[in-house]
């Protein structure tokens, strides 16, 4: 779908149907995340500690519940970019160059988003983004929920085993947060190589799924799902210091419950357009073209999540 420009300023190009798939596709944390709408740039949301019921005897009081209860924030950071289009590209065709820019970006976006969301090992004191990576969380004692730092954090695992992956997921399994049709497992694509090579005592593979309508049961080259658990590959799925759309820190995989990846829609990604007749343009004889979104992310609760590093 072209992007028509018409001088109205910045254009939301979260529309266009070929973003939207690119960053659903690229995204694991915009496609699973439960999503929060942002009419300001920071918000509040209610973080429940539970509710503990019991026997309630005739004739007496009703059984109080101790849980905690408080809030997440949210608070939104901006994403963008600009890029320049040549002004005889420009009018050899503004529309599909600015709908393929479109997609790139969205791609760039979503990658970044992960693992911004995810990667980060810094506190955002120190990473410059206003708030806190999962990989972060997980290091930190929560003392409103009763988490203990690192507990749902392994690192220093040199192969993702298959017992490696199977205590991941069991201990997600055991959390108080553990509810089976949320559950998701988002990894980086260099696990699809570690899934493919795990073998049972004969050499076969274990991970193994079903295509439909292939006679006999054909095998698809990656499983979507571990463990029966809905699975996202995500290239923004490795650790970094500060935030990038191509990390190359370690690579991870996720185990949790969606509905406590928090992500904050303040602002959807968007487009502008400067042409080379006025402002900055002109001295170049360039046109350009901005992105930008606000986006929020908050962790629910740390025991919600378990993470695996590898290297």
């Known amino acids: 779908m072209a992007v028509a420009f018409t001088g109205a300023g910045w254009i939301p190009i979260e529309t266009n149907p070929d973003v939207i798939q690119k960053v659903q596709q690229t995204s694991a944390v915009e496609r699973f995340g439960h999503h929060v709408p942002m009419g300001s740039n920071t918000k509040y949301t209610p973080r429940s500690g539970g509710v503990v019921l019991g026997r309630w005897a005739r004739s007496t009081s009703a059984p109080a519940d101790s849980s905690a209860n408080d809030s997440v924030l949210l608070a939104s950071d901006k994403i963008g970019g ?4 040549a002004e005889e590209d420009r009018a050899d065709s503004l529309a599909n160059i600015v709908d393929a820019k479109s997609v790139d970006a969205g791609t760039s976006y979503a990658k ?12 955002k004191a120190t990473s410059g983004w206003l708030f806190d990576s999962l990989y972060y969380v997980l290091t930190q004692a929560d003392a409103t929920t009763g988490y203990t730092a690192n507990a749902n954090l392994t690192t220093g695992v040199t192969a993702a085993t298959y017992d490696a992956l199977s205590a991941l997921v069991g201990q997600h399994e055991q959390s108080d947060y553990f509810d089976e049709s949320e559950v998701v497992v988002i990894a980086h694509p260099s696990f699809k190589q570690a899934l493919r090579g795990i073998k049972n005592a004969d050499g076969d593979p274990i991970f193994q799924e079903s295509t439909a309508g292939v006679a006999g049961g054909g095998q698809a080259p990656t499983p979507s799902k571990l463990f029966g658990y809905d699975m996202q590959f995500s290239m923004g799925a490795k650790t970094s210091a500060t935030g990038s759309a191509a990390p190359t820190g370690k690579p991870f995989v996720v185990v949790g419950n969606r509905q406590l990846l928090q992500v904050g829609d303040r602002d959807a990604l968007a487009v502008n357009f400067q042409d080379s007749q006025t402002g900055i343009g002109v001295d170049t004889d360039e046109n350009v073209l901005y992105f930008r979104a606000r986006k929020g992310f908050a962790v629910g609760a740390p025991g919600a999540f378990s993470m695996l590093v590898i290297g």
């Not at 600009?82 to 289009?85: D, E, F, L, Q, R």
């Not at 970044?112 to 506190?123: K, Q």
């Open 82 to 85: 600009k890029v320049t289009i």
């Open 112 to 123: 970044l988003f992960d693992n911004v969301c995810l990667g980060i090992t810094a506190a």
